[in-house]
């Protein structure tokens, strides 16, 4: 079975320092794509970044990028420099895609509170 | 931002009671879904659309169907609600492009309580 593990369940940063969230998954597949949303308090569910994985390269976002460790199934999220505005549910997720298949697998989610 | 609207945005029903969501889009995406988020479980997926009347389960598809007769809207409908479905429903959409997979775009939710 394909599964995403946040072992996280509640994080918090003090404003301008620096975070990490993690996020293992399983699967057999060798190609698929990596995601982390957001979930700010409005509910609203917003990509942060996103990783293909048969690219080496880890992805960044301005103050957002990830440690893509493909062998050991590892796709960590660093947030820098954070802001108020980054409390949120963060979830990881991934999406292999044989076929018709582009089903997203996601986790539980990891709750950060950004204190000013 | 996707073009992506859900209706109704709360609704509160009865036990036993049929309840139809709407889910419409106006990017033209090929895929649609639908998910409920519940505390502890994350998101689960409903059911799914890969094209106009094309459609597959996900993990907690009992007591749901769905409809897609055209590309802009997707139906989630509960034959006779039950109190294990009061939720936030999710829609979302994603399109392939040129062979890359592009991310799920989300609507802004609807709140369901059945009674």
């Known amino acids: 079975a394909q599964t995403v593990t946040q072992s996280q369940p509640e994080m918090s940063v003090q404003e301008a320092e620096t975070v990490t969230l993690s996020c293992t998954y399983d699967t057999s597949e060798n190609n698929y794509y990596l995601f982390w949303y957001k979930q700010p308090p409005s509910r609203q569910m917003i990509l942060v970044i996103r990783q293909e994985a048969y690219k080496q390269q880890n992805a960044t976002e301005n103050r957002f990028s990830v440690n893509f460790q493909k062998a050991a199934k590892s796709f960590s999220l660093k947030i820098s420099d954070s802001q108020l505005g980054d409390t949120a549910m963060y979830f990881c997720a991934f999406m292999t895609y044989a076929g018709n298949n582009r089903k997203l697998i996601w986790g539980l989610g990891t709750s950060l509170a950004v204190n000013p | 931002d996707a073009g992506i609207t859900q209706s109704p945005r709360h609704k509160v029903t009865e036990t036993g009671t049929p309840v139809t969501l709407r889910c419409h889009q106006t990017e033209n995406h090929r895929y649609m879904y639908w998910y409920r988020q519940d505390p502890g479980h994350g998101l689960r997926l409903i059911h799914y659309s890969y094209g106009v009347k094309d459609t597959d389960k996900g993990e907690v598809s009992d007591g749901y169907s769905v409809s897609r007769s055209k590309t802009e809207d997707f139906l989630l409908t509960l034959e006779s609600a039950t109190s294990s479905q009061t939720s936030v429903y999710f829609c979302?959409?994603?399109?392939?492009?040129?062979?890359?997979?592009?991310?799920?775009?989300f609507g802004p939710g609807t709140r369901l309580t059945v009674l």
């Open positions: 979302a959409i994603s399109e392939q492009l040129a062979g890359v997979i592009n991310e799920q775009f």
